[in-house]
């Protein structure tokens, strides 16, 4: 038997967007130093191709992660955009 009579408004729950989390202030933080980081590196006389390399071995290595943290769907998710990435080079 149901609690909501007839003609009653029915209950919507708001869940946001489905499937997304909001960001958190680790993830935010992470963007944000990056250009930072490799300004410092870059300016500390490393070579800009080096700080590249550097910054996007991390990233890779920081997105890996976060896929894996998501489950399945979001690991083939990643896996497909880094494919998409490398086969338009």
């Not at 967007?17 to 935010?28: C, E, I, L, N, T």
Request: charged content about 10%; aromatic content about 6%.
């Amino acid at each position: 038997m149901s609690s909501i009579g007839k003609g009653a408004p029915v209950p919507v729950l708001d869940r946001g967007r489905p499937g997304r989390a909001p960001v958190s202030a680790a993830q935010a933080f992470g963007i944000s130093v990056f250009p930072l980081l490799g300004t410092r590196l870059s300016v500390s006389g490393m070579p800009v191709p080096d700080v590249f390399v550097l910054l996007g071995g991390c990233g890779a290595i920081g997105a890996a992660v976060y896929a894996v943290g998501g489950g399945g769907r979001w690991l083939l998710e990643a896996l497909a955009a880094a494919l998409n990435v490398v086969a338009h080079r």
